[in-house]
């Protein structure tokens, strides 16, 4: 069985999105800053189906975070909107050939037939919680990894199931003020060991073992 892991662009005051998150804002206000660091690398406009870009620190970093990936797991939130789906119904911000090439298993309160999009991926709406997500994705990924694509909240309710052993954050030099925090609420119990820190152009990563 492989690993379930996460890596998501903080702020320096610890917030992964920006304040008054929206469908034509889906990062909030400032959010967009936390990844201008990784826009012009030549391994992310390569995913994304772009040519061109450069290679510095962070570019094997963003290589291995898409590597051993067997599925993922996401909120309704980073797919897109809110409430029950509409008509037609949202298809996520990625276009038709979204860039996971895998299962990704969706945590919503609205049940929807699966959606198969080109390039390998299929999006599977997960109604009855965290476990059978988890349980779906990692029944896909077999001896793969599961990665948490996010958002905040679902990152945080794994980390409390004990079921993340490795956090990666991409720590921007910028301050957010308000918006949605990473790391809050998730008491004393979980001990996170530093295992790498790179120092790239705009960001530093910083990956953790999630120890018990």
């Known amino acids: 069985m492989g690993q379930v892991r996460s890596s998501l662009a903080m702020s320096l005051d610890g917030f ?6 929206s469908e034509q804002d889906p990062l909030g206000k400032g959010g967009m800053e936390l990844h201008t660091w990784v826009f012009d690398l030549a391994v992310f406009r390569e995913a994304h189906g772009m040519e061109g870009g450069e290679t510095n620190a962070s570019s094997p970093v963003i290589a291995e975070a898409t590597q051993h990936v ?5 909120g309704r939130n980073m797919f897109g909107g809110r409430g029950p789906w509409g008509d037609p119904a949202w298809d996520g911000w990625w276009g038709p050939n ?9 945590l919503t309160h609205h049940a929807r037939e699966p959606l198969v999009m080109e390039g390998g991926t299929t999006f599977h709406f997960i109604t009855d919680g965290i476990d059978a997500a988890l349980a779906q994705a990692r029944a896909a990924a077999g001896d793969r990894d599961v990665v948490l694509a996010g958002g905040a909240d679902i990152v ?7 079921e993340v052993d490795e956090l990666q954050v991409n720590l921007v030099p910028v301050l957010l003020g308000r ?8 008491g004393t119990d ?4 530093l295992a790498r820190v790179i120092d790239a152009p705009g960001v530093t990563h910083l990956k953790y073992r999630v120890v018990s």
């Open 190 to 193: 979980i001990r996170l060991e």
């Open 16 to 21: 992964i999105a920006g304040p008054d998150q």
């Open 70 to 74: 067997g599925a993922y797991v996401m």
């Open 179 to 186: 918006g949605e925090r990473l790391l809050d609420d998730l």
């Open 156 to 162: 945080r309710q794994y980390l409390r199931a004990g």
């Open 98 to 106: 979204p860039p996971y090439h895998t299962p990704v298993f969706v």
